[in-house]
């Protein structure tokens, strides 16, 4: 069982920067994709960012540019660098993970942006 663990969220001003972690209980050298999405009030969850075992990235179109998503297998953690941030962005953010069939879900760090 490999468990995910969210870390970074916060309350800041539009134009600012956030660094998001997800930490896993084992190694993600095995993992076959690993990804951040977010879920906003009243809006279904979304892919932001994703990152391939061969280390391929895939941004949603509304991050490019501002949003990079990076592994570092040595630490088993993930992260997402985001910067410029909007208003829009607010949401919980999740961490996903891919093993084999089965799917890892962090339980979700709260991100706001103030206007």
């Known amino acids: 069982v490999q468990t995910l663990v969210e870390s970074g969220g916060g309350l800041v001003q539009a134009g600012g920067s956030l660094r998001l972690s997800c930490a896993a209980s084992?190694?993600?050298?095995?993992?076959?994709?690993m990804g951040w999405y977010r879920q906003a009030p009243g809006k279904e969850r979304e892919l932001v960012a994703s990152?391939?075992?061969?280390?391929?990235?895939d941004y949603a179109d509304s991050v490019k540019g501002r949003f990079t998503i990076s592994r570092n297998i040595g630490k088993n953690t993930m992260n997402l660098q985001m910067n410029s941030l909007k208003p829009e962005d607010t949401a919980v953010y999740y961490c996903?993970?891919?093993?084999?069939?089965?799917?890892?879900w962090g339980q979700g760090t709260q991100v706001t942006v103030s206007s």
């Open positions: 996903r993970g891919v093993l084999g069939t089965a799917t890892f």
């Open positions: 084992r190694s993600i050298f095995s993992m076959k994709v």
């Open positions: 990152v391939s075992a061969g280390g391929s990235t």
